[in-house]
């Protein structure tokens, strides 16, 4: 069911400073921050040859990572985005197999402008994993 990498995402405490360690460090082609209103964060994309990371920092007050950076204030990986071609097929086979599918189990329209979904880290040892359709 689930298919490429999308992205590696992590939690980053100073979204300026990481962005600009990956560029010029690591000499990674780096996108512009965006704002996500709908997920309470702002997200800047590296795009790396076979694959994206995900820098996130908390957007508003009742940002979904802020507990997460709390307890990692150096900040951390945050979750992994595998691609999948249908999330509905996806998200109703996982609920029969008894995986908890965050935010009630409807998708929202992720940073690349797709349905994403979010599964509990506790399901899938402790990795919090989102599905994207592509
Ligand atoms: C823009 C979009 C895109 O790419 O398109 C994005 O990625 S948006 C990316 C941001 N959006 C999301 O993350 C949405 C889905 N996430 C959520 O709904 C939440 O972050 C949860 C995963 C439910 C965690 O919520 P919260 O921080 O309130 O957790 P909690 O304090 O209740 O923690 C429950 C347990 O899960 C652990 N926990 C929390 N976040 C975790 C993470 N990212 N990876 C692994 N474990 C994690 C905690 O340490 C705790 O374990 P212990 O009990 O053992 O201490
Ligand atoms: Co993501």
Do not use: W
């Not at 590696?8 to 000499?27: H, K």
């Not at 506790?122 to 994207?132: A, Q, R, V």
């Amino acid at each position: 069911m689930i298919g490429r990498l999308n992205h590696v995402a992590i939690a980053v405490p100073d979204l300026d400073a990481a962005s600009a360690q990956y560029r010029t460090m690591l000499g990674a082609d780096v996108g512009a921050p965006q704002d996500e209103p709908d997920h309470g964060v702002t997200v800047v994309f590296i795009t790396l040859p076979n694959t994206k990371i995900e820098l996130l920092y908390p957007l508003g007050d009742a940002s979904p990572i802020q507990g997460f950076l709390d307890k990692n204030p150096s900040g951390g990986i945050h979750h992994i985005c595998y691609e999948v071609d249908d999330i509905l097929a996806a998200r109703d086979h996982l609920l029969a197999e008894g995986a908890r599918v965050l935010g009630g189990g409807e998708p929202k329209i992720g940073a690349h402008g797709k349905p994403v979904l979010f599964l509990h880290p506790k399901d899938f040892n402790g990795c919090l994993i989102e599905l994207e359709q592509v």
